[in-house]
């Protein structure tokens, strides 16, 4: 993987924004995003996922609702297309 270092300044702004950073070189010109990742980091979890979405999936892993597979649900949804 290759990774670009950020200054301590520039990974304090990434940081506090909350959103997506435009990442710019020095003429101006587009080079990519950066994500601000402390959340994700400080819960150790991982694709983003926060410490409620893992509550409320356990919630529903427990519960006696019905469960699907995704194949179940992939032909619900083709079956839907062809009405």
Known sequence: MVYVVL???Q???VRSTGVRVEL?????RFVGYAEQAVARDAENL???FTAEDIRL???RMNSD???L???QILEHL???EQE
């Open 78 to 80: 083709q079956s839907l």
């Open 7 to 9: 200054t301590d300044e």
């Open 65 to 67: 609702g019905p469960r």
């Open 11 to 13: 990974a304090r702004v």
């Open 57 to 59: 999936a356990k919630q």
């Open 69 to 71: 597979s995704t194949k």
């Open 46 to 48: 991982p694709y983003g």
């Open 24 to 28: 710019r070189d020095a003429s101006g």
